[in-house]
């Protein structure tokens, strides 16, 4: 007996654990901001921070970084010295999530930084992995 398609997807789902079926990718906050004058001011970079789980002003060192141009935390968010468009920024905190965030094991967020001596590494609370990451905190 030929199976189709469908039937065959669905009983691959049926065996999976259910957890397994839940999990995304995990998704890449995006900024929200506008064009001020000759600034750019993104109005949600201290939540993207913050549902990163890093502190704010490393991760606005690297973004400054690699956008090659000046910026500064406020309290209400990040003003960016040049115009910049948004889809810019995002490939660069994508950028981020990928060195900074994700485990390099098992792909989850759930991460964090610690520093030892003079090296840093980023510890993954769901498998456990360590990696030595290329950062100061
Ligand atoms: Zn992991």
Same mark, same amino acid.
């Given at each position: 007996?030929? /199976?189709?398609? /469908?039937?065959? !997807?669905?009983k691959?789902?049926?065996?999976?654990?259910?957890?397994?079926i839940k /999990?995304?990718r995990?998704? @890449?906050?995006? @900024?929200?901001g506008?064009?001020?004058g000759?600034?750019? @001011?993104?109005?949600?970079?201290?939540?993207i921070?913050?549902?990163l #789980?890093?502190?704010p002003?490393?991760f606005? +060192?690297y973004?400054?970084? /690699?956008?090659?141009?000046p910026?500064?935390?406020? +309290?209400? #968010?990040?003003i960016?010295?040049?115009?910049m468009?948004?889809?810019?920024?995002?490939?660069?905190i994508?950028?981020?999530?990928?060195?900074? !965030?994700?485990? +390099?094991?098992?792909g989850?967020?759930?991460? +964090?930084?610690?520093?030892? #001596?003079?090296f840093?590494?980023m510890?993954c609370?769901a498998c456990?992995a360590?990696?030595? @990451?290329?950062?100061?905190?």
């Amino acid at each position: 007996m030929v /199976e189709s398609y /469908e039937t065959l !997807v669905e009983k691959a789902y049926s065996v999976l654990p259910e957890t397994a079926i839940k /999990e995304e990718r995990f998704l @890449v906050p995006k @900024v929200r901001g506008h064009v001020q004058g000759n600034t750019t @001011v993104i109005s949600n970079f201290l939540q993207i921070a913050d549902s990163l #789980g890093r502190k704010p002003q490393h991760f606005l +060192k690297y973004i400054l970084k /690699e956008l090659a141009t000046p910026g500064e935390l406020r +309290k209400n #968010g990040v003003i960016i010295g040049t115009k910049m468009p948004a889809s810019r920024i995002n490939e660069k905190i994508e950028k981020y999530v990928e060195e900074f !965030v994700l485990c +390099k094991e098992c792909g989850k967020p759930d991460t +964090k930084l610690l520093k030892e #001596g003079n090296f840093v590494f980023m510890k993954c609370l769901a498998c456990g992995a360590r990696h030595s @990451v290329n950062a100061k905190i």
